[in-house]
């Protein structure tokens, strides 16, 4: 199965730092959980999806990008707080890499519009 270049899809967000950088990595990234079964099946032959242990099996996967994401609601730049649990279309892209004399495979997110904003904070949870 190859991996397409580009892959939108649904997803549930967490641990969102889309407006600021993650204090730790100092990128921009989230964690995308509650993916389609097909997208799964796409991004574990990257290996670059990981099974979360903690969470009834479900699978993770972090993107990541050193600039700020564009996301929007309802076709409108937004640059507030996003809560876990958001809902979104995200789109991610694939690349093929050498590191070290092997090959692997990085995703990155693109964008991500909103379908269902949640506005509660990590700190609430």
């Known amino acids: 199965m190859r991996v397409p270049a580009q892959i939108t899809t649904k997803a549930k967000l ?4 889309l407006n600021k950088p993650n204090f730790i990595t100092e990128r921009y990234q989230v964690d995308l959980y509650d993916l389609p079964e097909e997208t799964k099946k ?32 309802n076709n409108h730049d937004f640059n507030g ?19 070290k004399n092997n090959e692997m495979f990085v995703c990155s997110m693109k964008d991500i519009k909103i379908t269902n904003l949640i506005t509660n904070t990590t700190e609430e949870l």
């Open 81 to 99: 707080v996003i809560g876990n649990g958001t809902e979104a279309e995200v789109t991610i892209q694939t690349m093929r890499v050498s590191f």
């Open 14 to 17: 967490r641990y969102a730092f």
């Open 42 to 73: 796409l991004l574990l032959i990257t290996e670059y999806i990981k099974q979360n242990q903690y969470e009834d099996k479900d699978y993770k996967l972090t993107v990541k990008r050193n600039t700020p994401c564009k996301v929007t609601i």
